[in-house]
Each structure stands twice: as structure tokens, then as C-alpha cells.
């Protein structure tokens, strides 16, 4: 890795949930970096904790303990509005399950992206050139239902990356998916990466470990 700062950087980081018999330490004293254009892909166990720590990393919850930064922010201190503009600025996130409003177009699916990031100039040609990037440009009028997996998923991407975040988060993206789609899927984020973008993906498929820069 350079010598840059890292995007994010975790340290000691502790999260556990409240349950009948006491809190749940679910993560313990968590150290990890990851450095601008790396595309880091994280594999391990089902229920060891891997989705609880992508909303972390996308800052959708907060340490129980420990420290997360990112950039050059240390998100501690901040408020949980200052924390969701962090996040609507410098992250994109795509889940297994797509995420998507099913009856609204994929265009609009990508529109909603800039919904909460004050004015943007020139949302809906934006959002149809960051379909346009995921080889969606012929379905962008097409309801997002009526799309298969694959298409969903690269409308997902095209949402996540329409702000051009600093880091992309990606919990389980090709679960749902056959081959074919994830190749397509895994493109997409590989052009991405290509173009400097950085990545931090779960996933159970072995096979996508050959996208990876750094396998955790
Ligand atoms: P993974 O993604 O690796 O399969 P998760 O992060 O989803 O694992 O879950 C890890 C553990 O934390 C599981 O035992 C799960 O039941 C528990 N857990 C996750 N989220 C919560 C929550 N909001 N409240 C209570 N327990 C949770
Ligand atoms: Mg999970």
C-alpha cells in the first residue's frame, strides 16, 4: 500500500447489541485499514459479524467502542446528522437484496441517490450517464421490477455511484445472483475500481476473491 491515508481506518473497533441475557459483543477490538484504490474483499463465516461490520464501515451504525475514521474525519464526535451527510457525500452501499423501489423506474431508482444531497445540476442526466456506465441506458425507463437480478444489482451500483463516493460498500452483492449476472455485476465494480474507486466487498462466492487487491 502507498503512503496515503487511508480511506477508512478502524481501530479497536467493538460493537454489541442488547439481547434478554446481556449485550452481545458480536465484534471485538476490530483493526482495519483500507488504503485509496484497494478493492478488499472480506470473507468469513455466516453470523461471524460481516454485514455488522459493513454498517459500520458505511456509517449506517455506530461502535459500541473504538475508534472509526474516515478520510481525515473522526466520526466519534460526530452528530447522526452530520454522520448521514458524511455518508450521502463519500459512501455508496449495495446489499444482496438490491434496495430498490420496485415500482418506480430504474432512472428514478438512480434519482433518489440525489434526493437528500441538496441541488445537484443536471439530476436526470446524471443519473441516465451512471446507468449509461452499467450498460443500463436501454432499460432507464423500464420499472425496476420488471428488470432481472442482474439489472437490478447494476442499478444499485449505478445509485451508489452516480455521487461518485470516496469508498463503496458491498454486503453479499452477487448472493442473489447466477453467474452470469455476478460477471456482469463484478464488471461493473471492477470498471469502477479501475477508475479509482475504492472497494470493500463481502461475499461467500471464492470465485470473486480474483477481483480482490486484499483478501481479509
Ligand atoms: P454475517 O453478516 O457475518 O452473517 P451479521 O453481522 O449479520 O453476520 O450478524 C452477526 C451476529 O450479530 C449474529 O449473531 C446476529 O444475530 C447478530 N446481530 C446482528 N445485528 C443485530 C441486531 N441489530 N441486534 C441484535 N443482534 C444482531
Ligand atoms: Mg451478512
Same mark, same amino acid.
Given at each position: ?5 487511508? +480511506?477508512?481506518?478502524?481501530?479497536? +473497533? ?5 439481547? /434478554? ?17 484497494? @478493492? ?8 461471524? !459479524? ?22 481525515? $474525519?473522526?466520526? !466519534? ?20 437484496? @438490491?434496495?430498490? #423501489?420496485?415500482?418506480?423506474? &430504474?432512472?428514478? %431508482?438512480?434519482? @433518489?441517490? @440525489? ?8 439530476? &436526470? /442526466? ?6 449509461? *456506465? ?12 420488471? #428488470?432481472?437480478?442482474? *439489472?437490478?444489482?447494476?442499478? =444499485?451500483? =449505478?445509485?451508489?455511484? /452516480? ?6 460498500? &458491498?454486503?453479499?452483492?452477487?448472493? %442473489?445472483?447466477?453467474?452470469? /449476472?455476478? *460477471?456482469?455485476?463484478? !464488471? ?13 466487498? +463481502? $461475499?461467500? %462466492? ?5 477481483? =480482490?487487491?486484499?483478501?481479509?
Amino acid at each position: 500500500m502507498s503512503g496515503r491515508a487511508p +480511506v477508512l481506518r478502524l481501530r479497536g +473497533v467493538t460493537k454489541s447489541f442488547p439481547a /434478554a441475557g446481556g449485550p452481545v459483543e458480536v465484534l471485538r477490538g476490530v483493526d482495519l485499514d483500507i488504503g485509496a484504490g484497494e @478493492f478488499v474483499v472480506l470473507t468469513g463465516p455466516s453470523g461471524s !459479524g460481516k454485514s455488522t461490520l459493513l454498517h459500520l464501515c458505511a456509517l449506517l451504525d455506530r461502535p459500541t467502542r473504538g475508534e472509526l475514521r474516515l478520510e481525515d $474525519t473522526d466520526t !466519534g464526535p460526530l452528530h447522526d446528522d452530520q454522520l448521514a451527510a458524511l455518508r450521502q457525500a463519500r459512501l455508496g452501499m449495495i446489499f444482496q437484496r @438490491f434496495h430498490l #423501489l420496485p415500482h418506480r423506474s &430504474a432512472l428514478d %431508482n438512480v434519482r @433518489f441517490r @440525489f434526493r437528500y444531497a441538496g441541488p445537484v445540476p443536471d439530476e &436526470a /442526466a446524471r443519473a441516465r450517464a451512471a446507468l449509461e *456506465e452499467v450498460g443500463l441506458g436501454g432499460v432507464a425507463d423500464r420499472r425496476a421490477r420488471l #428488470l432481472s437480478g442482474g *439489472e437490478k444489482q447494476r442499478v =444499485a451500483i =449505478a445509485r451508489a455511484l /452516480a455521487l461518485r463516493p470516496t469508498l463503496l460498500v &458491498a454486503d453479499e452483492p452477487t448472493g %442473489n445472483l447466477d453467474r452470469s /449476472a455476478t *460477471e456482469a455485476v463484478m !464488471g461493473c465494480l471492477a470498471r469502477g475500481h479501475a477508475e479509482g474507486l475504492t472497494v470493500l466487498l +463481502v $461475499t461467500h %462466492n471464492e470465485a470473486l476473491l480474483r477481483y =480482490a487487491t486484499r483478501h481479509v
